[in-house]
């Protein structure tokens, strides 16, 4: 009993102590105002960050090949050292990929009967993009601009070009899809939904880059960095990584369900017999 | 002229062929070899089921064949319950006659022997009398009174009879 009110009087005392510290600590050395520091989250042309030497470009192009190095990174040790350890009755690491693997080509299935097999291992990368590269954020990786300051590298998504790329990606499979399935026929349902790739793109694009001004607007103000990134940076972050990745693999899926669905055969007219009435 | 919202078609592109990387790269590491292994274990399971029903429907095949033959059995024991009490009553009646046979040659054989034993006796009894009667003859010629000596002998007689 003692220790714990021992432990309870340490734990709030660290709690008022960095209370304390953040109240008075004040703004540090401002590189940009806080209008810059939002417009740079949101177009990326301040900050940029070079490419190998080869181009300048957004941070959100680096974070997105560090995620893609990841998730191959894991997918490779897991090809090596974990599948071939698979068994009939699942342990904790099989049972999470197998429901991974399994929510994704199910959701294709059930969204697109016809045709599931591609479309199912599109979502399933795509979803584990946008899921990864949302929470990737919360890693803090800093890397240095080519104007000489540090950044945090922010989600890959919450760069339009990211964004737009996702988008008009889910188009171009879900366009394919309508050109397996029904050829022309195929083309011309998918180029009926010609504002598709905007709002799919500009959807993530909005989200993510909503939840980065949030916490760009947070960490901005130092005051502001007691308790509430908790919520912010860790809470929002994850609801909204679930969120988006649903939402994209499940309009991806269900267009592509819609497109490669096979048209009907159109009945045969049959020629009517003229009457000897119109003969005469 | 620029694009707007820092819009890059070149990053664009880039991101494209990282997103096409990864999709690839995603397919084969882990994708593929998650769904043959989840659809090598449904067809493990199937096969299990199918083994299954398979067992079920032969233990039923022989479930019905043994009761087929528990029925025969059933039938089969009665007759042969039936031919046994059929032969059991034939013993016992085969007994029986022998036993009736047997009794009738026994009692035939007792009335033989019962009827040479009164023979016999007649027989003896007529010999004894003959005897006697030679006897009294004998000596009511030689010696006494013949009425007495009748007499006398049938008293004796009488007193012979009683012991």
Redesign the interface.
């Known amino acids: 009993m003692n220790q714990h009110k021992k432990g309870l009087v340490v734990w709030i005392g660290i709690v008022l102590l960095l209370l304390a510290g953040a109240l008075l600590a004040g703004p540090g050395d401002r590189v940009e105002t806080v209008q810059e520091t939002m417009r740079d989250a949101?177009?990326?042309?301040v900050n940029r960050i070079s490419l190998l030497g080869l181009?300048e470009?957004?941070p959100g192009?680096i974070s997105?090949?560090l995620v893609?190095i990841i998730?191959?990174i894991a997918?490779?040790l897991?090809?090596i050292f974990a599948?071939p350890r698979?068994r009939?009755i699942p342990g904790k690491l099989q049972l999470l990929?197998?429901q991974a693997?399994?929510l994704f080509?199910n959701m294709a299935r059930g969204a697109s009967p016809h045709r599931f097999r591609f479309v199912?291992?599109?979502i399933?990368?795509?979803g584990?993009?946008i899921f990864v590269g949302t929470l990737f954020e919360l890693l803090g990786i800093q890397v240095v601009t080519v104007g000489g300051h540090p950044i945090t590298l922010p989600a890959?998504l919450s760069?339009?070009?990211?964004a737009?790329?996702?988008g008009?990606?889910s188009y171009l499979v879900i366009l394919s899809g309508g050109v397996a399935a029904n050829g022309v026929k195929g083309v011309g349902k998918t180029l009926k939904e010609f504002s598709l790739p905007i709002s799919m793109s500009f959807r993530l694009f909005g989200a993510l880059l909503s939840g980065l001004l949030v916490t760009e607007l947070v960490y901005y103000y130092v005051n502001l960095s007691f308790v509430l990134p908790v919520v912010v940076g860790v809470l929002f972050t994850l609801l909204h990584a679930v969120i988006q990745t649903y939402v994209l693999t499940m309009l991806t899926s269900m267009y592509y369900g819609e497109v490669s669905e096979p048209s009907p055969p159109k009945p045969k007219k049959k020629k009517q017999a003229s009457s000897p009435a119109e003969h005469a | 002229m620029p694009w707007p919202?820092?819009?890059?078609p070149?990053?664009?592109?880039?991101?494209?062929m990282?997103?096409a990387?990864?999709?690839g790269?995603?397919?084969f590491?882990?994708?593929?070899?998650?769904?043959q292994?989840?659809a090598k274990?449904d067809e493990?399971?199937r096969e299990l089921d199918q083994q299954a029903q398979d067992k079920l429907l032969q233990a039923d095949r022989i479930q019905a064949e043994y009761k087929e033959k528990l029925e025969g059995a059933e039938e089969e024991i009665r007759q042969s319950r039936a031919k046994a009490q059929q032969s059991l009553q034939q013993s016992v009646q085969e007994q029986l006659d022998q036993a009736q046979a047997q009794a009738e040659l026994i009692v035939s054989r007792a009335h033989a022997d019962a009827e040479r034993t009164r023979e016999q006796a007649l027989y003896d009894s007529q010999q004894d009398i003959r005897r006697l009667a030679e006897t009294a003859a004998k000596r009511l010629a030689l010696h006494e009174d013949p009425f007495d000596q009748f007499l006398d002998l049938a008293e004796g007689g009488t007193d012979h009879e009683s012991k």
């Open positions: 949101v177009l990326h042309n181009k470009v957004n192009l997105a090949f893609t998730l191959l997918a490779a897991i090809r599948v698979f009939y990929l197998e693997v399994g080509d199912g291992a599109y399933f990368a795509a584990a993009f890959p760069d339009v070009n990211a737009i790329a996702l008009t990606l | 919202l820092n819009i890059d070149q990053q664009i592109l880039l991101h494209w990282n997103l990387i990864l999709v790269g995603l397919y590491l882990l994708y593929k070899p998650v769904k292994f989840m274990r493990h399971y």
